[in-house]
């Protein structure tokens, strides 16, 4: 990371939803791992939820959050898999605006690093909906670290050099 100390750093509103059909706030590790880490970068957690695995219930509380004009990204932890249950991108092609395809190429390849080759049986990924952020990771504890301190830690970070998502955000609905 690359991060420009002369510049000021811009704190940002984050929605972070859990998709399982097994687990409770009680035992939400993957949920709790990404709280602290948003908090911890200096971000505002706007909302935490759990749905099941249900792409219309998903792309539903989705529609609320990117509605909400508080809310900057969203950060989805689980149902990127391959099982049938797994609808998370579904959900995502419910929503988006645009697909962010690199997202998902870059976290499978830091990914392969911890877990070789069982990193191909992820769906992660991530979209613009309507001007919101929304980036959709595995639901294991591994998997949100990777994608947390492998990208949006430097990508939500206004500081960030080259480029960062943060300052792209004022641009995101131009036409």
């Known amino acids: 990371m690359a991060i420009d100390t002369a510049r000021t750093f811009k704190p940002i509103n ?11 706030p009680e035992d939400d590790t993957s949920g709790d791992i990404l709280a602290e ?5 200096g971000h505002h957690l706007a909302a935490r939820a759990i749905e099941k695995d249900d792409a219309a ?20 932890t689980g149902g990127t898999g391959l099982t049938g249950r797994d609808v998370t991108p579904e959900a995502l092609d419910r929503v988006k605006t645009r697909d962010i395809p690199g997202f998902g190429e870059l976290f499978r390849w830091i990914s392969f690093k ?30 949100v670290k990777d994608g947390w301190d492998g990208i949006l830690a430097e990508q939500l970070d206004s500081r960030n050099r080259p480029c960062n998502f943060v300052e792209l955000m004022p641009r995101l609905l131009e036409k």
Do not use: E, M
Not at 14 to 24: H, P
């Open 14 to 24: 984050i929605a972070l939803l859990t998709v399982s059909d097994t687990r409770g």
């Open 57 to 76: 219930r998903i792309a539903s509380r989705l529609n609320n959050w990117i509605d909400d004009r508080s809310v900057d990204a969203v950060v989805i």
């Open 114 to 143: 911890t877990i070789g080759t069982s990193t191909i049986q992820s769906r992660a990924c991530a979209v613009v909906a309507r001007g919101t952020y929304i980036f959709a990771l595995p639901g294991s504890n591994g998997a």
């Open 37 to 41: 880490r948003i908090k911890a970068a």
